[in-house]
Every structure is written in structure tokens, then in C-alpha cells.
């Protein structure tokens, strides 16, 4: 299994990311994927889990509104939409197949700071 992360970087506040991850080794389609992060300090945080169609997303009370998970299972692709993002968002954001961050790749850096 390998999932890599990219598209992280550094925001000012109110500011909006886009972030990928792209998976192989695993049979992408059936599975539920996650987004999960750990800020600077502190422990893995679950963010969204998306249904292996798409058609079921769940998210964190603090990312809710906010951030937006799809995915594209024809290229085995999943995406996190992150707008009006805020300083406390700064963390390395992974996808994972479990809540808790099973096969998490290397994670991207998202930065919230003016």
C-alpha cells in the first residue's frame, strides 16, 4: 500500500488549499479513505472519512463547513478541499484508510499564517 500526499504549503487566514493524495498498491474503489492531521506538539487528529462511492462524507466538528473530501476512483485519487482556513488548521495532513492513520504516507505541510 502506498498513499502519497501533496498540495500543502503556506496560507494566510481566510485563505483556501487544495490537497491530493494518490494511492496504489490497494484496491482503491472499495474502500473508505480518510484525511486525518497532526498539528505541531500534539496527536493525530481524524479530519473526514469519504464511502469507497463518494456519495458518503463525514467530517470533524472543527473542519465542518469548511473543508470538502471527494475522490475519483478511475484514477485513485482523493482530494480535500480546505477554504476559510484558520491558524489552528496548521498541521501535516495524511490520507489513511483507517480514522486512525493506517498506511498514512509522508503528509503535506499546510501552514495558516499572515
Known amino acids: 500500500v502506498e498513499l502519497v500526499e501533496s498540495g500543502g504549503g503556506l496560507v494566510q487566514p481566510g485563505g483556501s488549499l487544495r490537497l491530493s493524495c494518490a494511492a496504489s498498491?490497494?484496491?482503491?474503489?472499495?474502500?473508505?479513505m480518510n484525511w486525518v492531521r497532526q498539528a505541531p506538539g500534539k496527536g493525530l487528529e481524524w479530519v473526514s472519512t469519504?464511502?469507497?462511492?463518494?456519495?458518503?462524507?463525514i467530517y470533524a466538528d472543527s473542519v465542518r463547513g469548511r473543508f470538502t473530501t471527494s475522490r475519483d476512483n478511475a484514477k485513485n485519487m482523493m482530494s480535500l478541499q480546505m477554504n476559510s482556513l484558520k491558524s489552528e488548521d496548521t498541521a501535516l495532513y495524511y490520507c489513511?484508510?483507517?480514522?486512525?492513520?493506517?498506511?498514512r504516507g509522508q503528509g503535506t505541510q499546510v501552514t495558516v499564517s499572515s
Open positions: 498498491g490497494l484496491t482503491f474503489s472499495l474502500l473508505f
Open positions: 469519504i464511502s469507497p462511492d463518494g456519495t458518503v462524507t
Open positions: 489513511a484508510t483507517t480514522r486512525t492513520g493506517a498506511n
